[in-house]
């Protein structure tokens, strides 16, 4: 009898053990490969910072993290793959905010709710847009822009890569905040968009500070402000939008983060955030966002929800705006 009841407790005990094994395997997240779409082609800054952050988070997860690039139709086809995916969290969408903020607005029926088919993860920084012009034209600050616009109509325009682009949106608030029209001239690509204003055929343009940096201090084009919420040390003497025009929430840039497909539980989204924070901040992927000129901000996922819904409420009304404008 009582080797039997040894017998039968040694079974319990070994039972139990195996159970709290499987649970503890069971609650361990991430456990197999996260895919990382990235709605945009292979070598861009949104597509080479998610490949940082896929090594660094496959380091401290100890599973595969790998960035699929999907691109086409300025974001919306790998925004609408990722919405599609099943919503465990091994499918997450890392990018910049056009496919949320503007590219839905500028299709009659979008293929996704930018508020609606995702839960946002973690916002992990953005990169600051500068408005510029050429050293040409007699403008040192956004006065003398709003003097030469107001004298000379048929020369107030920008220059952008179409609508629902982040130059073409706060081109349009910039006209607001000011009380100005400039007029849109859309490029099929910012780089074009960029020599034209180089080259003086276009007065202004708003543009990433990285694709304008190399141009500014060569002497080709001239920095009158700058869309971050604070003076670039890069760039100390050139104004922030805010201070330039008044508006205290005039900020222009733009943010890179991660989603999951609506119905991720809030437990694996809470651990997504998590490991994703820790990835952000770590050396290496801090050491490449300051080498490409990108800014750290990490935000949680109410934080960046909140965020996400003041985008999307602006920038539709301002596309839609813009849309029913003609093209120069």
Wanted: glycine share 8%; no cysteine; net charge positive.
């Amino acid at each position: 009898m009582t080797s039997t009841l040894r017998i039968l407790n040694a079974a319990i005990l070994a039972s139990s053990a195996l159970m709290g094994m499987q649970s503890a395997l069971a609650q361990k997240f991430p456990s197999d490969r996260v895919t990382l779409i990235v709605p945009y082609s292979p070598g861009n800054g949104l597509d080479l910072l998610a490949r940082e952050l896929a090594g660094e988070l496959q380091t401290q997860e100890g599973v595969p993290f790998v960035v699929e690039n999907r691109e086409g139709a300025a974001g919306v086809i790998g925004t609408q793959h990722a919405a599609r995916a099943k919503a465990d969290g091994y499918t997450l969408l890392f990018t910049a905010n056009p496919p949320f903020a503007t590219s839905p607005f500028s299709l009659d029926k979008p293929p996704y709710d930018p508020l609606s088919s995702f839960v946002p993860v973690a916002r992990v920084g953005s990169v600051p847009l500068v408005l510029v012009t050429a050293p040409q034209w007699p403008i040192q600050n956004l006065e003398q822009l709003k003097d030469y616009v107001a004298k000379n109509p048929d020369k107030a325009n920008y220059a952008s890569s179409g609508v629902g682009s982040p130059g073409q949106l706060y081109g349009e608030k910039l006209n607001q905040a000011m009380g100005i029209r400039l007029q849109d001239v859309r490029y099929r690509a910012t780089g074009q968009a960029l020599l034209d204003v180089v080259a003086g055929s276009v007065l202004v343009s708003i543009v990433s500070v990285t694709a304008a940096e190399q141009h500014v201090k060569a002497g080709k084009l001239r920095m009158l402000a700058v869309g971050s919420r604070k003076r670039l040390s890069s760039f100390p003497d050139v104004p922030t939008l805010a201070e330039a025009t008044g508006q205290r929430d005039f900020e222009a840039g733009v943010w890179y983060g991660f989603f999951a497909p609506a119905g991720t539980s809030k437990e694996r989204v809470t651990a997504l955030f998590a490991s994703a924070s820790k990835a952000a901040s770590s050396p290496r992927v801090q050491s490449f966002m300051d080498r490409v000129g990108m800014v750290p901000e990490l935000l949680d996922p109410d934080a960046f929800s909140k965020q996400l819904q003041a985008d999307v409420s602006s920038s539709k009304r301002l596309v839609e705006e813009a849309r029913s404008r003609p093209e120069r």
